[in-house]
């Protein structure tokens, strides 16, 4: 939810950001209760925390194996439709934090190129660099939401207070 802010000023009619988040919040609860149903009901008592892990397990038949492939075709595509989402809100803070008096980054295509690929690089790169994603999940869910809500819009209000001193 902290795109919510910064795709609301987008819109031409804020009004629609309410229609648009009581639909994403319903579409959350049924993923996530279809999920955690058809968990349980396709490992039982032996559901792990994570449920992704119990599709690493070989299940020794070819339903099983099929199975597996769709649930990580089905993360991938997940991954690919949450980026750009989290990649909207991280660059319009590092925009509005490195370029406090320029125009908005919407009305800029070069400075919007150059942000997007620079994080492109470097999430590339450290797709790369790192061994284990799970690792890297863990580290990346603990901070990332820290320097989105606290972080990066206290270090542009303060900047902003210096400006102005």
Known sequence: MHAVHPIGFELGKPSDMITACRISLA????IYFAIGLFGYLLFGDSIMPDILVNFDQN?????????????????????????????????????????????????????????????????????????????????????????LAFIFPGAIVIRYFFSLS
């Not at 579409?27 to 049924?30: E, K, Q, V, W």
Request: hydrophobic content about 60%; some cysteine.
């Open 27 to 30: 579409l959350c609860a049924a």
């Open 59 to 147: 299940a020794g038949s070819a339903f099983g194996s099929l199975l597996n492939q769709i649930v990580r075709l089905s993360y991938a595509l997940h991954i690919m439709l949450v980026f750009p989402l989290l990649n909207f809100s991280l660059r319009a803070n590092i925009d509005e934090f490195l370029f406090p008096k320029k125009p908005l980054l919407a009305t800029d295509t070069k400075r919007f190129l150059f942000l997007t690929l620079v994080l492109l690089a470097i999430s590339y790169l450290a797709a790369i660099a790192i061994p284990n994603i799970w690792y890297f999940f863990q580290f990346l869910g603990s901070t990332s939401a820290v320097c």
